[in-house]
């Protein structure tokens, strides 16, 4: 029995204009999709002398980034004009085994960065 959430993930995007429409996306690139948080910053007021009065925590942000293949005869997964894309979108990143925890982003901004190499060919690197 599986209790981790690992191996192939279905990644799903919604356009936040289009609330009725869910679509996966293409399989992503073996060993690209990666959850990468950045926590924010700790502020400290203090008297002087050093003593800590009170301390803010500021919210953490997250980037949600995976790799697909620009396969032949494929639409691009997004539509965008120089790597923007103009909608906002909530991306859910569903387990292979879907009774395990997954991840969801409502109204993330996506970049579409286009890439080459003679090795793997084209891709598209995306990130929420």
């Known amino acids: 029995m599986s209790v981790l959430s690992w191996g192939k993930p279905t990644i799903i995007v919604k356009s936040e ?40 925590n500021d919210k953490s942000t997250y980037a949600l980034t995976y790799d697909i293949f620009a396969e032949k005869g494929q639409k691009k997964p997004f539509a965008e004009k120089d790597g923007v894309v103009l909608k906002n979108y909530s991306v859910f990143v569903v387990p292979e085994d879907e009774n395990c925890i997954g991840i969801a982003m409502k109204k993330s901004k996506v970049s579409v960065k286009n890439t080459f190499t003679a090795a793997d060919g084209a891709k598209y690197s995306i990130t929420h």
């Open 17 to 56: 204009e289009d609330l009725a429409i869910y679509r996966a996306t293409p399989t992503p690139v073996e060993d690209t999709t990666n959850l990468e948080t950045t926590e924010g910053e700790t502020t400290e007021a203090k008297k002087e002398g050093g003593e800590v009065v009170d301390v803010r």
